[in-house]
């Protein structure tokens, strides 16, 4: 019997549990090699209003690492360069949120951690 109402309380605490905040938050790990006189581009995706990308953590070794946003298409990639002669590893974190209704904040969002490990 003492079971029973222990079962009763535990299912009673998690129909009480409601995540009101419909947030989905995913990681997306990638590893890349480049070498070290090339130009490494990602395409993030398309955005609508209210949506977009930036870089939660700048790269420490670049020549050029900036997310660049089309307007005419609202297309957004991310573009990287290593420092010219730089061999060894190489790190970019980039949030991109979506999900906007255009009156409510962003519900999905995707960090794209990006490796890069940079060869001669």
Do not use: W
Not at 2 to 9: G, R, S
Not at 95 to 110: F, L, Q, V
């Amino acid at each position: 019997m003492n079971k029973v109402y222990i079962l009763l309380i535990i299912l009673g605490f998690l129909c009480s549990c409601s995540n009101d905040d419909d947030l989905k938050t995913r990681e997306i790990e990638m590893n890349v090699i480049i070498d070290n006189s090339s130009t490494y581009e990602y395409y993030i995706g398309g955005f609508g209003e209210g949506e977009g990308a930036e870089i939660q953590i700048q790269a420490a070794h670049f020549e050029r690492s900036e997310i660049l946003e089309y307007s005419n298409d609202r297309r957004i990639d991310y573009i990287y360069k290593p420092t010219s002669g730089y061999v060894g590893n190489d790190y970019v974190e980039i949030i991109a949120e979506r999900g906007s209704d255009g009156a409510s904040p962003n519900t999905r969002i995707s960090i794209y951690k990006i490796t890069f490990n940079i060869i001669e």
